[in-house]
Every structure is written in structure tokens, then in C-alpha cells.
């Protein structure tokens, strides 16, 4: 999906456990932001009755995503030069 310029990525799957969600960027000052991850999923019907234990699974593949992200977004900004 298009991104919001410096505010919106957002995505939703087109195979594999159907999905969808954004990350939202809300400036702090000139070199931070806050970030806010939302994120919606589907669990196959068979899953169902052990979907409550798949929730702390799930929340774990996020956070790590969430902390590549952050180590990937900081390598990055270190090289681009500061007006």
C-alpha cells in the first residue's frame, strides 16, 4: 500500500496468515519520534481453539520485528547527514 510521507507504512498480506496493519511515525522533537504499531490477523479456523495461546507467540514475533525496525531506522538515519 502507499506509504504517508515521514507519518503512515502501511500493508495488508497477499498470502500467508492474512494480515493487516500500520506504523504510524508522531514527531517528538528534530530526532526522535514516537511510533505506534497496530496490527490485525486472522487465525485459520483450525487455530481456533488455541488461538488465546498463540497470542503471547504472536506478540513476541512482533516485538522482535519491531526492534529490527528500530536498529535497522537508526543505522540508516546515522548515515544521512544532518542539515
Not at 510521507?5 to 496493519?21: A, E, V
Not at 525496525?69 to 543505522?75: D, G, Q, S
Request: net charge positive; glycine share 4%; with cysteine.
Amino acid at each position: 500500500m502507499t506509504p504517508t510521507k515521514n507519518q503512515k507504512i502501511h500493508w495488508r498480506s497477499l498470502d500467508g496468515l492474512p494480515n493487516r496493519g500500520a506504523v504510524r511515525f508522531f514527531p517528538k522533537s528534530s530526532s526522535s519520534c514516537r511510533v505506534q504499531l497496530t496490527v490485525a490477523y486472522e487465525i485459520p479456523e483450525i487455530l481456533a481453539p488455541v488461538a488465546s495461546a498463540l497470542r503471547p507467540f504472536m506478540e513476541g514475533l512482533l516485538q522482535k520485528g519491531l526492534e529490527r525496525f528500530a536498529t535497522f531506522a537508526r543505522e540508516r538515519y546515522s548515515k544521512i547527514p544532518l542539515p
